[in-house]
């Protein structure tokens, strides 16, 4: 392969296991559920979305060269994502997420992203010494980002004219991480992706809605904001544009964990291929609607 990616995803690749029970969980409970153990890490769903989409990303991550690392390379390539400028380190374990939902949703989770926050600037290597670009021919295309990262790689990306070409597509990861992607608020060509939970992280208090939590993004700084409210609207804010909400389809949630990233790469495939704004939230609630039924067709109510 030569061909130069258009669309890089930068953030945690790691293994996904999630323990789901169909019944309501409280603190201390032991129920029968699922548990699966799948690829996963905010920025390697999406990845693997867009992929599912027909577009052809790659990642810039870290993994470890144990036999997790060997497993998740491989199979993250069959599904159609180019590990080719990974960073990889012999004596890291590839890093790993453990999640319990309910009908509720999310009720906890641990990441483990030890590799990815011991290499830090190092993932963005590829950007910066001409195997993607360097000082003479920056990358351009689209750069999806996700708050796992340290605040040295995201202070890098902020800063760092080789990277000023690149179009931002920026997920916080959880509420908690929401608030290191302040460096990034003001970025020109950025678009941020949230929830509203994070929204109000970003923003410093509490908001109803996801209309109003995008327009406070926007009135942070930020050229435009996607704010996802779970079963309730989404919106779009922009900067001197009206903002759009969209209402998801009623669905019976299966899974919870991977539903933003659905969202993000159903609205980034969209737009890619030339849909207006209200087109292109319209296609990325459905897509995360999708999600959460669990299933790869459209979900019954």
């Known amino acids: 392969m030569t061909t130069r990616p258009r669309i890089l995803c930068l953030g945690a690749m790691l293994w996904d296991v999630i323990g789901h029970s169909a019944m309501r969980l409280d603190p201390g409970a032991d129920l029968p559920g699922r548990i699966t153990r799948q690829p996963g890490g905010v920025a390697l769903n999406v990845a693997l ?9 790659a990642m810039l991550s870290a993994v470890g060269r144990d036999a997790p690392g060997e497993a998740l390379v491989t199979e993250v390539g069959r599904r159609g994502v180019d590990t080719r400028w990974l960073w990889r380190d012999g004596g890291l374990a590839t890093d790993s997420y453990l999640a319990i939902e309910s009908p509720d949703g999310l009720v906890a989770a ?3 992203a030890r590799a990815l926050e011991t290499a830090g600037t190092a993932i963005l290597a590829p950007l910066l010494d001409g195997r993607l670009g360097d000082a003479t021919r920056p990358w351009r295309g689209t750069l999806v980002l996700d708050g796992n990262l340290t605040a040295p790689v995201l202070d890098r990306i902020a800063l760092d004219p080789r990277l000023s070409a690149a179009d931002l597509r920026i997920v916080p990861a959880s509420p908690d991480k929401a608030a290191r992607l302040r460096v990034l608020i003001d970025h020109p060509r950025a678009i941020f992706h949230l929830n509203r939970a994070e929204a109000e992280a970003l923003a ?3 908001l109803p809605d996801a209309a109003r939590a995008a327009e406070a993004v926007i009135a942070l700084g930020a050229r435009r904001a996607l704010v996802t409210d779970g079963a309730r609207p989404a919106a779009d804010a922009a900067q001197d544009a009206p903002t759009l909400t969209e ?4 669905v019976a949630a299966t899974r919870v964990t991977g539903a933003g990233d659905s969202f ?9 291929r030339g849909a207006g704004r209200a ?3 319209t296609r990325a609630v459905n897509a995360a609607s999708d999600h959460v039924c669990g299933k790869d067709q459209p979900c019954p109510p």
């Open 247 to 250: 209402a998801p389809p009623p």
């Open 110 to 112: 641990i990441a483990d």
């Open 279 to 281: 087109e292109a939230l």
């Open 204 to 206: 410093g208090r509490s």
């Open 264 to 272: 993000l790469a159903a609205h980034l495939a969209a737009e890619s």
């Open 49 to 57: 979305a867009l992929a599912r989409q027909g577009l052809a990303p």
